[in-house]
């Protein structure tokens, strides 16, 4: 067997294992959009490959170097295809390892096993609208009512891991800031369940991209001292720990606020 013919099937061999871990990867998160499964299927696909997707990467990227370079030694002229091939499979190993990094705590962080946070721990804002949505979702709208925890103890860890998440405060007019919530709501991506100016309340629903977790948003705005207070929670229909989800939705909603 000669030299080239070997220097190819190395290079798809590191092809195949790249798509290999990449196809389980998008499988994954695929099989709960189509609903074959449950997301903690999902979830126990991508943790059976992930702790080896980044050194299949980085494999295939050196053996597409070195085979790059023994071509140029050897001058031959499929060098680049060589590297093309090997550097195929790196970059979807690079997308099996990127996909649980979006909905993961980023390196070196921790958050509390909560997954509903509220600008008001005291006046709870109530979800209406979307009842009905979660009438099969395992988690409850009761604040800290889950499992294992209590509204106390929810407050409390809230407090601790987002000690900005409070009410906000603008010198606009009611209606004026109720129409840029709106806007808000629409820019962030969210699905527009209800919206009463009337009672100050707008709900939302949050869809994530991978595996489609909703997740309600109920926004509460009220005349207070001459000035309009708005106040926002954001609640996942299903888990236990967001990762911070939560708290970053609302975070980048009053950031376009």
Same mark, same amino acid.
């Given at each position: 067997?000669?030299?080239?013919? =070997?220097?190819?099937?190395?290079? $798809?061999?590191? @092809?195949?294992?790249? /798509? &290999? =871990?990449?196809?389980?990867?998008? $499988?994954?998160? @695929?099989?709960?959009? /189509? &609903?074959a499964w449950q997301f903690g299927t999902g979830f126990q696909i991508l943790g059976a490959v992930n702790p080896y997707t980044g050194w299949v990467g980085l494999t295939c990227l050196v053996i597409g170097i070195v085979l790059l370079l023994v071509a140029k030694q050897k001058h031959m002229e499929n060098?680049?295809?060589?590297?093309?091939?090997?550097?195929?499979?790196?970059?979807?190993?690079?997308?099996?390892?990127?996909?649980?990094?979006t909905f993961q705590a980023p390196a070196g962080e921790s958050y509390p096993p909560i997954h509903d946070v509220s600008t008001d721990l005291e006046d709870i804002p109530q979800y209406v609208a979307v009842m009905p949505l979660r009438a099969d979702a395992p988690n409850t709208t009761v604040y800290g009512g889950s499992r294992n925890m209590t509204p106390e103890r929810n407050a409390q860890l809230q407090q601790e891991a987002f000690p900005d998440l409070v009410p906000q405060y603008y010198e606009e007019s009611f209606q004026a800031v109720f129409d840029r919530a709106l806007a808000a709501v629409d820019e962030m991506g969210w699905e527009l369940v209800a919206a009463v100016p009337e009672e100050g309340r707008i709900e939302a629903t949050a869809t994530t991209f991978w595996f489609r977790f909703k997740d309600d948003v109920v926004i509460r705005l009220r005349e207070e001292d001459g000035r309009t207070r708005v106040d926002a929670r954001s609640l996942s229909r299903v888990g236990g720990g967001d990762a911070g989800t939560n708290a970053r939705r609302l975070r980048r909603f009053f950031e376009i606020l």
């Open positions: 067997m000669n030299s080239k013919l =070997v220097m190819k099937i190395i290079a $798809i061999i590191a @092809l195949v294992a790249g /798509l &290999g =871990v990449g196809a389980a990867s998008l $499988i994954a998160p @695929l099989g709960v959009w /189509l &609903g060098g680049v295809m060589l590297f093309n091939l090997a550097a195929g499979g790196a970059l979807a190993a690079g997308i099996a390892w990127y996909i649980p990094s």
